[in-house]
């Protein structure tokens, strides 16, 4: 047999032993995605539904403060709640509550926002468990607030999803109304 042929007779079989990691994913995506096109194609119906208009918020709010005094007007109730009075909503039967620890819960604007941290990375990065006291049980949506220096100030890069359809322009008014507007009074 030719020495040549035997060679890459070997690496043809070292390539199909021995996949790469990217290999397996395309495989796997070509034939998952080969049941579910001779599926519906043979009138089945999916169970499983892939959302392709999920929505999101993303804003960059800029702070005249240090990370340091914005991560902890986020993670202080008596701070928050400095910054919170400007919106005029009534805090007086419902105070903020807002635990300093990863896995606490907060409680904010009357019970109206309530929540859990997931991450706390001090002066860094907040990340939050975030729901509406108004959505359905147990839907949550995830809150991240990554902080990065700004000149001498702060700039909040803010990335909001996995809430509910149709309620992303009213996140966002809200998000301008009771953080953005309010803090950035709070923090001059």
Do not use: C
Request: aromatic fraction near 10%.
């Amino acid at each position: 047999m030719n020495p040549n042929r035997m060679s890459a007779e070997k690496n043809w079989t070292a390539l199909v032993i021995t996949p790469t990691r990217r290999q397996v994913i395309a495989g796997a995506a070509l034939a998952f995605g080969g049941f579910t096109l001779g599926a519906t194609a043979a009138g089945a119906e999916s169970t499983e539904e892939i959302s392709r208009t999920a929505e999101s918020i993303h804003q960059e709010p800029v702070f005249k403060a240090d990370r340091k005094r914005v991560y902890e007007a986020f993670t202080d109730a008596k701070l928050f709640n400095s910054a919170a009075v400007q919106t005029g909503i009534s805090l007086e039967k419902a105070p903020i509550q807002i635990s300093r620890e990863a896995g606490g819960t907060f409680i904010l604007f009357g019970g109206i926002i309530v929540g859990r941290h997931i991450e706390l990375v001090p002066d860094q990065r907040i990340v939050q468990a975030w729901r509406v006291a108004y959505w359905d049980p147990g839907v949550y949506s995830i809150a991240k607030f990554e902080l990065a220096e700004q000149g001498a100030g702060t700039k909040i890069i803010f990335d909001h999803t996995g809430f509910p359809q149709g309620q992303a322009e009213h996140l966002v008014a809200g998000w301008k109304a009771h953080y953005w507007e309010p803090l950035e009074k709070f923090l001059a």
